[in-house]
């Protein structure tokens, strides 16, 4: 298992696969965008024309919890600052504060929930066995003992669930259905990858949303 860190998509933007039938009208409209600002993020000189398997950047809009896009949550605790956090998932404090619409960057608190601007991924996720491993780019890792039936497969977390409802559950879903990394308090299928509540707080706010995800 090697991590592939490739994302060519700039910060505040993230990649879209074309599908069969798509049109860059359509696109723009599902992600709440312009054809134009499309068509300049991604090069484009003939607007009727894209084909099937192009990958895309799509700009990020503004964002603030509960309605952050996508629900690329970080949990401020204790010590943070704008500064550390950006620089950790690789975007400007600027654009924090952007996608926080009405936050005071000195007046972060224990507890504060943010939406993290898109950006290309510092981690990936690395299960064998009992062990979820976090490897990043620049060779660091990070272990933590992990329950865990699947094997022989690939993904990337798609969406990170947090509900403040209950309790503050979390869960990390990946692109295969019904395959999450999550708590057990926060457990909705038997193919979950669970971790205890202490270590499920530390890897949601570590795993940004397109990290990708390995399992042997």
Request: charged fraction near 20%; hydrophobic fraction near 35%; aromatic fraction near 10%.
């Amino acid at each position: 298992m090697s991590c592939n860190f490739k994302w060519d998509c700039p910060a505040g933007s993230f990649p879209y696969t074309v599908r069969q039938g798509d049109t860059l009208y359509g696109i723009a409209k599902n992600f709440e965008t312009s054809v134009s600002r499309l068509a300049q993020l991604n090069s484009i000189e003939d607007i009727n024309r894209i084909n099937a398997g192009d990958v895309l950047c799509i700009p990020q809009p503004l964002q603030y919890f509960p309605a952050c896009r996508t629900t690329n949550y970080y949990v401020v605790h204790t010590g943070d600052t704008i500064e550390s956090i950006a620089e950790y998932f690789g975007v400007s404090s600027a654009q924090i504060v952007y996608s926080n619409i009405g936050i005071e960057p000195d007046e972060l608190y224990d507890g504060m929930i943010l939406c993290i601007p898109l950006a290309p991924p510092k981690v990936c996720i690395k299960i064998s066995g009992d062990s979820l491993r976090l490897s990043y780019a620049d060779g660091n890792e990070a272990v933590f003992d992990c329950s865990n039936s699947n094997r022989d497969f690939s993904s990337a977390i798609v969406q990170k669930q947090l509900d403040t409802s209950f309790g503050g559950k979390k869960r990390l879903n990946t692109l295969v259905p019904n395959i999450g990394i999550s708590s057990r308090s926060a457990r909705i299928s038997d193919k979950d990858i669970i971790l205890s509540d202490n270590d499920m707080d530390r890897v949601f706010n570590l795993i940004p949303v397109g990290a990708e995800v390995y399992v042997d």
